[in-house]
Nanobody, 120 residues
Framework: QVQLVESGGGLVQAGGSLRLSCAAS????????MGWYRQAPGKQRELVAA???????NYADSVKGRFTISRDNAKNTVYLQMNSLKPEDTAVYYC??????????????WGQGTQVTVSS
């Protein structure tokens, strides 16, 4: 059993900052990429940022220069530092991990989602 638990969402004014965290735990053999998606009301889920086990990163164009993804491999945790937040960043943010469990089965696991609301 593998679980991803997110924290750090909330309400912030435009221009403010939030930091999301996501910790993976359970029967983990190895973790490859980790990252964040988001889904706003009435919209499709979209990739926000991703990071490989080696530290290579990928960002959506809409967040480049404002968001920073990082990870602590020793803690199986991924972070998303969000600065200069805009109302259009309002969404439920989902953490994911490309994880191989102790049974050597590799698949994507998802967190439960955390709400980020940016007021204008």
């Amino acid at each position: 059993q593998v679980q991803l638990v997110e924290s750090g969402g909330g309400l912030v004014q435009a221009g403010g900052s939030l930091r999301l965290s996501c910790a993976a735990s359970g029967s983990i053999f190895s973790i490859n990429a980790m990252g964040w998606y988001r889904q706003a009301p009435g919209k499709q889920r979209e990739l926000v940022a991703a990071i490989t086990s080696g530290g290579s990163t990928n960002y959506a164009d809409s967040v480049k220069g404002r968001f920073t993804i990082s990870r602590d491999n020793a803690k199986n945790t991924v972070y998303l530092q969000m600065n200069s937040l805009k109302p259009e960043d309002t969404a439920v943010y989902y953490c994911y991990g490309d994880i191989m469990n102790n049974g050597y089965i590799r698949r994507d696991y998802w967190g439960q989602g955390t709400q980020v609301t940016v007021s204008s």
